[in-house]
């Protein structure tokens, strides 16, 4: 006889989740009800703490007045009041045990509640674990304040909360800049002084990167460097050549404005390290109280000042190598109550070298003179070829004003964008270009001398061209510094997250995968593929502490200071936000979007299928859509097609129709994968299924070969869609994990 529809609903109540058999309350129900109307029926106690599970799924009260489907389970757990102490969660303990019986008895409901089908629902293992914010398949960023801290990621001076301005962090990596971002650029050499008619000029150096920039704006603090006219800068691309600024000028530090007195020797100090040589030496002297004398007609009369400088050449161990030579005797002469600076240079022949000075003539003390010389500093020039390799620098000359002080002239920032090679599978590398791609931002952390020096043929490329069409149609770039060190993957991992990917290793192939929306399995797994007793199922419980809404932590391209947005869902309470920050995200909205991404993934995604299969387990690989059929899951009904008469089909197990809905087989290719999805009619046998299309795979039915496994079910029940995030080969077979895929994740 045919097999006729009508609504069952299953109820379970367990008053003592310790003793579940002995303390269930089990009903069935033959029309559509609300959780509501159910507990109410059955006299449930509303004054305990409960917990409800629906098809093993926690739904929480004020979802409890929409009508439950054809066969849906229904789990009730009271939840014991009491105490404890010490380390353990008594809540936790009691939920876990809750959540292990209403598990069980959602695989088996009508089995192991009316007497058949036990063995399987035990068949499978159940867990639950808590966690604050969970996305199984693109892992979250840990909930800081600082997403860059990890345990070999040292604090960035980019992002510090501190002031930022120019230093010179020696030891520290060149910093390697994606997309475009505001920097403080570091000093690629110490900054000197030099005195020109009569104005201090300060000569710096900076690092902006690894590799070649657009530099769009140049700014001392928040001003333009256009703003003053006493600035004078070049940009230095890789393999230019520096005219602004000499890389190798060394001051001596014991040289600071030392009075020099007539037949006094200030000096000897020594100019240039160990191991290296100048050609040129340079002292800086200075009248800072005037030069001058005032006469008795209410003038200022001139004043001259004389004094002489010597050096003498000295190996690495100080020891001299000659005497002292004079290189110069100097005399400047002034009528002016301000201050008088000079710079002086001399030629040497190459070595290392030591220093003095003294002056020569009479200091005059009236106080009608203004007659003090103090030597300010001195310089060498390193003789060297220093060669900053693939590096752009910013030379920058300033004068030293009331316009520009001191501190301001530590705070040079510029706004860069990188130029990088893109890829398509037309025209191969192009030439450099600024871009804020994630895709190429990837391929240039694999391929760089700073990165993973992998070839081409080790990179997944056209995976990269295809993600980068979606994520440029989308707006998803990746802006952002690493100033730190930090591991070659840890890199990848911070760029592929603001493309809501991952990447990983198959194959010696670094390939990525991004979490969107996929409809086609590639593989159908089921009763007779999975090995017996290996189907385990784990349950991440929400908690006082689950988060049900993401606010994400940037750095926001309008501000360049750190700015936060956050993302909920509809029907969400927003009572509990977890904060992430997501490094390399400028934009509001995409932060916005990835707010929301988070949000919904941590809500939906909580269920974590592990199972083992045979070699078939490596036809997917990590992010893949794969469908499970499983009765002890109620996921659809699965076995093997055993005979086949043209459209119609005898299968290895017994199948129960729905009314109403279509009905369908899914059939999986001799290879592994999923062949083909039919809609199916009932015969008068429970055994046999009649095709309505025909179908365009090969169907095996005979003995001596593995024959066509099938899926049965409704046409949102046959199985269930999962994401694949682990495969792990064990012996001769293979053991997948994947999180059970839910579309609403993907709503943006």
């Keep these: 006889m045919l097999w006729k529809h009508r609504i069952m609903l299953y109820f379970n109540y367990f008053t003592n989740p310790c003793q579940p058999d002995k303390g269930r309350i089990s009903a069935v129900i033959q029309q559509p009800k609300t959780v509501w109307q159910i507990v ?134 060149i910093p390697v800049i994606y997309g475009r971002h505001l920097i403080y650029p570091d000093f690629a050499a110490q900054p000197y002084y030099r005195y020109q008619n009569n104005e201090q000029y300060v000569y710096q150096l900076h690092c902006i990167g690894q590799g070649s920039y657009d530099v769009e704006q140049i700014r001392v603090e928040d001003t333009p460097i256009s703003a003053f006219k006493e600035i004078t800068y070049k940009i230095v691309n890789p393999g230019e050549n520096n005219t602004l600024f000499n890389e190798d000028v060394v001051t001596s530090a014991e040289v600071a404005g030392q009075e020099l007195l007539k037949g006094v020797i200030v000096g000897g100090f020594v100019l240039n390290p160990t191991e290296s040589e100048i050609n040129k030496i340079e002292i800086d002297v200075a009248c800072q109280r005037g030069l001058y004398y005032a006469n008795d007609n209410g003038g200022l009369s001139e004043k001259t000042v004389q004094w002489r400088v010597d050096a003498r050449l000295i190996d690495d161990e100080y020891n001299a190598l000659g005497d002292w030579f004079t290189l110069a005797t100097e005399t400047l002469t002034g009528s002016t109550v301000n201050g008088v600076y000079r710079t002086y240079a001399y030629s040497v022949a190459r070595g290392r070298y030591e220093v003095r000075a003294t002056r020569l003539d009479d200091k005059d003390d009236s106080s009608r003179s203004g007659h003090e010389l103090r030597w300010i500093s001195a310089k060498g020039y390193v003789v060297s070829d220093k060669n900053y390799g693939n590096v752009t620098l910013l030379a920058i000359v300033m004068k030293a004003t009331d316009n520009l002080s001191q501190r301001a002239s530590n705070l040079v920032n510029c706004v860069v964008t990188r130029k990088l090679k893109t890829w398509s599978p037309n025209s191969g590398w192009s030439g450099l270009t600024p871009t804020r791609s994630i895709a190429w931002a990837l391929a240039d952390i694999l391929k760089a001398d700073y990165g993973a020096k992998l070839t081409d043929k080790s990179i997944d490329l056209n995976a990269l061209y295809q993600l980068e069409r979606k994520w440029s149609v989308r707006g998803d770039t990746f802006n952002g510094v690493f100033d730190s060190k930090l591991t070659v993957y840890e890199a990848l991992s911070r760029v592929a997250k603001v493309g809501r990917a991952v990447a990983f290793i198959q194959g010696g192939i670094v390939r990525f995968v991004r979490d969107e929306p996929k409809t086609i399995p590639v593989a159908l797994f089921g009763p007779r593929n999975i090995v017996k007793n ?215």
């Design 534 to 748: 290996s189907l385990s199922i784990q349950y991440i419980m929400p908690s006082e502490d689950t988060a049900d809404s993401v606010c994400v932590q940037y750095f926001s391209e309008k501000t360049w200071k750190t700015s936060e947005i956050t993302g909920t869902f509809s029907g969400s309470a927003s009572d509990k936000t977890a904060t992430v920050e997501l490094f390399g995200c400028t934009n509001k909205e995409q932060a916005q979007r990835e707010a929301v991404y988070m949000a919904l993934a941590n809500r939906y995604r909580r269920r974590v299928v592990t199972f083992s299969t045979e070699l078939e387990g490596l036809i997917p690989t990590y992010g893949d859509l794969i469908a499970i059929t499983h009765d002890m899951a109620r996921w659809g009904q699965g076995g093997e097609v055993i005979a086949r008469n043209g459209l119609k089909l005898t299968l290895s197990e017994p199948v129960a129709f729905s009314d109403g809905i279509k009905n369908i087989l899914a059939l999986r290719n001799k290879n592994g994968s999923l062949g083909g999805v039919y809609e199916v009619t009932a015969t008068e046998l429970s055994t046999e299924v009649t095709l309505k299309t025909q179908p365009d795979i090969e169907i095996l039915t005979a003995s001596g070969v593995e024959r066509t496994h099938f899926a049965f079910g409704s046409a949102d029940k046959w199985s269930v869609f999962a994401r694949v995030t682990g495969i792990r080969p064990r012996s001769n077979q293979v053991e997948i994990t994947a999180v059970i895929e839910d579309d609403r994740v993907h709503q943006n």
């Design 40 to 173: 109410k029926e059955q006299k449930v106690d509303l004054t305990m703490p409960i917990l409800c599970l629906i098809n093993g799924v926690p739904v929480m009260r004020k979802n409890w007045n929409d009508l439950l489907n054809d066969n849906e389970i229904v789990n009730i757990v009271s939840l014991p009041l009491g105490g404890g102490g010490g380390g353990s969660n008594p809540v936790r303990v009691v939920l876990t045990v809750a959540v292990i019986i209403a598990s069980v008895y959602t695989g088996g409901a009508v089995g192991a509640a009316y007497g058949a089908g036990w063995g399987a629902a035990a068949a499978a293992s159940v867990s639950i674990s808590g966690g604050i914010l969970v996305n199984t398949l693109v892992p979250t960023p840990k909930p800081t304040l600082n997403g860059m801290t990890s345990s070999s990621y040292t604090q960035s001076p980019t992002y510090s909360l501190q002031a930022q301005g120019n230093s010179a962090r020696l030891g520290n990596p």
